[in-house]
C-alpha cells in the first residue's frame, strides 16, 4: 500500500516536472523567436537612416491618423496610447520609438477603445465629443503585454521588409505615396524652414475645389497679413498667387479682344494697388451675368511726408509722416512701427525706371507717450503735428544751421534722396541694393506694426494682427476664387473679385472703387464676346444680370460693451459671415439681396449672421453703394466681424478667414443656380 502511495506519488512529481518543462521550453521558445525577430528587426534597424529612424518615432501619430483621429500640434507631457489601446508615459518608452509628443483624441462611448484593441478604423457615431487622454484611467502595461506588441510590431516589419526584397521600410514609405499624409508637426516644421513654399503659406487646401476646415486658414492668414504690410505687397502677394494658378496677367494699356477665352483666368492691376481677378465660363456669352466680390486692401497707416526728413531734435532722429485716414490714434503710440512699401529706381544704364518692393523688417520707427508723471494726459488731446512724430534714430549732432543740415543729406541738391532722412536712405538703399543714392526717383512709404499677425487666445480661438481691416475679406475672397470649382461648357458667368485700394479715404482716386476701374473692366469683358463689339444694350442687360458681394469687415459684439450693441444684431466670432444693414442707404443690403445670398449659404453649409447699428450711433460706409448704384447690380454688404475696428490690431476668429472662404467658394459655385430662382 505503501509503496503504491509512493509510486503515485512519483508519477505525479514527475507529471507535474514534465509539464513545467514543457511549459519552460514553450516559454524559452516563444521568448527564443521574440529574440530572433528582434535581432532580425534590429538589423533592419541599422540600414534605416537617421530621417527613417525619426519617421518611425513618429508611429502612435500615423496611428492616430489611420483611426481617423483629429489632428492636433503636439505637446510635451501627455501620456500616450499604444496600439493595444494602452496608455504609457513618454519617458517609459524606449528610444527608438519615442513618438511625437502628445496625441489628443476624440471619444463618446468606451466602443473607442475596443476600436482601438481590434485596430478597426472608427466612425463618425463614436468620434464626436472631444475628451483628453488625460480623463482616461492610466493602466501600466505588463511584461507580457510589451512583448505581444514587439512581437507583433517586428512581424509586421519583416513581413513589409520581405515585400520589398530586403529594401528597409520605414511607416514614413508606407505612407509617403500620399503626399498629404503629413501631421501638424511636419508641416509645421515645414514652414519654419520654407515659409513660402511650405502647405502653411500655401493655405493648406486640397486642390481643384475642395477645401479644409475653417480652422486649417488661421495660420495662412496670418502669415499674409505679416508678410504683406502695405497695399503694394499685398496686391503683389494676389498677383504671384493667381499666376501660380494659371491666371494671365493682362495690361490695361493693351486690347483684350484676343486674349480672352472661354474658360480663361486672368487678372489685371492698376497702380499697383488695386487688383481685379476673374474666371469666363465655358458657356459664357455676352449679356450673361458678373458674380462680383468687391473688397479693399487699404489700411490706417501712416505715410512719409514728401519732404519727411527733419532737423535734430534733442539728439533725435526723427521722421515726417501724415496720417492715412484715422492712423495715429492713441493705439499707435508706443508701438514698434516698421516701414515699407514701393520705391522708383532709374536704371543708369538705360535710363528706365523701375518699381520695387520694400520692407524694413525690424522695427525702426516709434511714437513715445510722455510719462504721465508730467501731468499731461495723453488720450485725444496731444498734437498729431508735433507732439506724434516718430523717432527712428539718434545723432549726436545738432543739426541746428541751415548749412549742417543740408551737408548732411544724401543724393545731391536737387535730389529726392536729399530730402529724405539720411540714415532711411541709406538703409533702404542697402535693402535694394543702390549704389547710386540719386537714381531713387521717388518713394511711397508708410509705416506699420510689426508684431506679427498670431492665432491666440487659449484653444487658439482668435486672430491678433493688424490690418485685419480688409485684408480679410479680400484675402478670403481671392482663395473662394480659386477654390470655386473650375468651369465647364455649362458655366455661363464670369466670376470677379475685385480688391481696391483708398477705401478709408472714400475711394475717390483712380485706383479706388469709385472709379472706372470695375465698370470698365467688366465693359471690356463683354466687349471681348460680342459679337456686334460694343454695345450699350448688351452691358445693360449683363449689369442686370449681375450680383455684387460688397465685404468689408464689420463690427463684432464685444462683451465689454454689450449696451452699445442692437439686440438680435450683433455678430459673434467664429460663426459665419455677417449680413450688413443701414436704413440710410451706407449699405447695400436689401430684401432680395438678403434672400439670394441667404439661399446661396443654405446650398453651400454656411451660416449668416446680421449687424445694424444702433440709431444713436453712426454707420460707416463701403464700397457697395457706390459701385452698385455705378452699374445698377444687384448687391449686398456682408463681412467678416471684427473687434476693435481702427485700432492698430484687432480680433478676429481662428475660423474666420476660412469661413470667408468657404461662402466665397459657395457663391461661386452656386450663384448661377441660385439666381435662376429668382424671377
Not at 500640434?73 to 524606449?94: F, I, M, S, W
Amino acid at each position: 500500500m505503501v509503496r503504491n502511495g509512493q509510486n503515485s506519488l512519483r508519477g505525479s512529481v514527475s507529471t507535474l516536472s514534465l509539464r513545467a518543462r514543457v511549459e519552460d521550453d514553450n516559454e524559452r521558445a516563444t521568448r527564443e523567436r521574440i529574440a530572433e525577430l528582434e535581432s532580425q528587426l534590429m538589423a533592419a534597424q541599422q540600414k534605416i537612416s537617421k530621417q527613417d529612424r525619426l519617421a518611425n518615432a513618429l508611429y502612435p501619430e500615423v496611428h492616430r491618423r489611420m483611426h481617423g483621429f483629429d489632428e492636433q500640434l503636439p505637446g510635451a507631457g501627455t501620456p500616450l496610447r499604444r496600439c493595444d489601446g494602452t496608455l504609457v508615459e513618454q519617458a517609459d518608452l524606449p528610444a527608438w520609438s519615442t513618438p511625437a509628443p502628445s496625441v489628443e483624441i476624440k471619444s463618446t462611448s468606451s466602443q473607442r477603445n475596443q476600436s482601438i484593441l481590434n485596430e478597426e478604423p472608427l466612425n463618425e457615431d463614436n468620434f464626436t465629443q472631444p475628451a483628453s487622454v488625460r480623463d482616461i484611467p492610466i493602466r501600466a502595461e505588463t511584461m507580457e503585454e510589451t512583448m505581444r506588441r514587439y512581437q507583433r510590431s517586428a512581424e509586421q516589419r519583416l513581413q513589409r521588409l520581405r515585400q520589398t526584397n530586403g529594401a528597409p521600410i520605414t511607416l514614413e514609405d508606407t505612407f509617403q505615396k500620399d503626399p498629404e499624409f503629413k501631421s501638424l508637426f511636419e508641416k509645421f516644421n515645414e514652414s519654419r524652414q520654407n515659409t513660402r513654399q511650405s502647405l502653411i503659406s500655401n493655405g493648406l487646401k486640397l486642390e481643384g475645389s475642395s477645401l479644409k476646415s475653417p480652422e486649417a486658414y488661421c495660420q495662412p492668414f496670418c502669415d499674409f497679413l505679416t508678410q504683406n504690410p502695405t497695399v503694394f505687397h499685398a496686391v503683389d502677394y494676389f498677383g504671384t498667387k493667381l499666376e501660380k494658378a494659371g491666371f494671365k496677367k493682362l495690361s490695361e494699356r493693351k486690347a483684350w479682344t484676343e486674349n480672352l477665352k472661354l474658360g480663361g483666368k486672368y487678372y489685371v492691376t492698376r497702380n499697383g494697388s488695386s487688383l481685379i481677378a476673374f474666371t469666363v465660363g465655358g458657356g459664357y456669352k455676352s449679356g450673361n451675368g458678373v458674380a462680383m466680390v468687391a473688397g479693399h486692401v487699404d489700411a490706417l497707416t501712416a505715410r512719409l511726408k514728401p519732404v519727411s526728413n527733419k532737423k535734430t531734435s534733442a539728439g533725435y532722429v526723427q521722421l515726417g509722416v501724415a496720417p492715412y485716414a484715422g492712423a495715429l490714434n492713441t493705439t499707435w503710440w508706443d508701438r514698434d512701427l516698421g516701414i515699407g512699401g514701393r520705391v522708383l529706381v532709374k536704371d543708369p544704364d538705360t535710363g528706365k525706371i523701375a518699381t520695387k518692393l520694400v520692407k524694413l523688417g525690424w522695427p525702426i520707427a516709434k511714437i513715445p507717450t510722455l510719462a504721465p508723471h508730467f501731468g499731461v494726459g495723453m488720450l485725444g488731446t496731444n498734437n498729431a503735428e508735433t507732439e506724434a512724430v516718430p523717432i527712428i534714430g539718434l545723432d549726436d549732432s545738432t543739426g541746428s544751421s541751415t548749412e549742417e543740415f543740408q551737408n548732411q543729406t544724401l543724393g545731391g541738391v536737387g535730389s529726392f534722396a536729399a530730402t529724405q532722412p539720411p540714415k532711411l536712405v541709406r538703409a533702404i538703399a542697402g535693402e535694394l541694393s543702390i549704389q547710386d543714392y540719386s537714381s531713387i526717383v521717388n518713394w511711397e512709404l508708410e509705416l506699420y506694426d510689426i508684431q506679427p499677425a498670431q492665432c491666440g487666445g487659449l484653444e487658439k480661438e482668435f486672430i491678433f494682427g493688424g490690418r485685419i481691416d480688409d485684408k480679410i475679406c479680400s484675402w478670403a475672397a481671392i482663395e473662394g476664387l480659386l477654390a470655386a470649382a473650375p468651369t465647364s461648357e455649362t458655366d455661363g458667368l464670369v466670376k470677379l473679385v475685385g480688391v481696391f485700394d483708398d477705401e478709408e479715404i472714400g475711394s475717390q482716386l483712380r485706383q479706388g472703387a469709385k472709379s472706372n476701374f470695375l465698370p470698365g473692366t467688366v465693359e471690356r469683358i463683354t466687349e471681348a464676346f460680342s459679337k456686334s463689339g460694343s454695345s450699350a444694350n448688351i452691358l445693360s442687360q449683363t449689369y442686370a444680370n449681375s450680383f455684387l458681394i460688397s465685404a468689408d469687415v464689420t463690427h463684432a459684439v464685444n462683451p465689454n460693451f454689450l449696451g452699445r450693441y442692437l439686440e438680435n444684431h450683433a455678430p459673434r466670432l467664429n460663426i459665419g459671415m455677417a449680413i450688413a444693414a443701414d436704413s440710410n442707404g451706407h449699405m447695400t443690403t436689401d430684401s432680395v439681396s438678403t434672400a439670394l445670398l441667404t439661399r446661396v449659404a443654405e446650398k453651400s453649409g454656411n451660416k449668416l449672421q446680421i449687424f445694424q447699428i444702433r440709431n444713436d450711433s453712426r454707420s460707416g460706409g463701403t464700397v457697395g453703394p457706390m459701385l452698385s448704384s455705378a452699374m445698377g447690380v444687384r448687391a449686398i454688404d456682408a463681412g467678416i466681424a471684427q473687434l476693435s475696428m481702427h485700432s492698430i490690431r484687432a480680433t478676429v476668429g481662428s475660423s474666420d478667414p476660412g469661413l470667408g472662404v468657404k461662402l466665397f467658394k459657395g457663391y461661386f459655385d452656386h450663384f448661377e443656380s441660385v439666381d435662376a430662382e429668382f424671377e
